[in-house]
């Protein structure tokens, strides 16, 4: 059932995806749901030869905003509040309040979700993330983006 699961979670992370890199969906996000930019994707050269894809997005929550449960294959992702405050969820580890100037790190292969712990003030956040050839290899033969 586990297995389930997290299969699921990857499909919602390429809806999820598909949505945040299209450029009609960005004005068109669901009511709740934060408005994400993409302001970087480029491969990390000088790596050991080692193809590290480096994604960094910009969240902007709404009052009581949120980002459904969803995981990153292969990627470590940090999560950097500039405004107002996140409880972020992560499977095994529970709910956590950063607030902005604060950082988080969630483990790679980990399902997570945050939410704006606002109801009235709109919260910020800067998320960066990287993926190594592995991750990205498997994410090319299945057709599968996570990107939150």
């Known amino acids: 059932m586990k297995l389930f699961r997290r299969d699921f979670l990857c499909l919602v992370g390429a809806i999820i995806s598909a949505s945040a890199a299209s450029g009609t969906a960005m004005g068109q996000t669901a009511p709740g749901a934060p408005k994400v930019t993409q302001i970087l994707r480029k491969d990390l050269e000088g790596q050991g030869q080692v193809v590290q894809e480096t994604v960094v997005l910009i969240g902007e929550f709404g009052p009581s905003g949120e980002v459904p449960w969803h995981m990153h294959p292969g990627a470590q992702e940090v999560l950097y509040v500039q405004e107002g405050g996140l409880i972020v969820e992560v ?27 606002s109801a009235s003030l709109n919260a910020k956040s800067v998320v960066f993330y990287s993926q190594g050839q592995a991750a990205i290899g498997s994410r090319e033969e299945s057709n599968v983006t996570n990107e939150v």
């Open 91 to 117: 499977e095994g580890l529970g709910a956590t309040t950063v607030r902005a100037g604060e950082t988080y790190v969630i483990p790679a292969d980990t399902p997570h979700r945050a939410r704006n712990e």
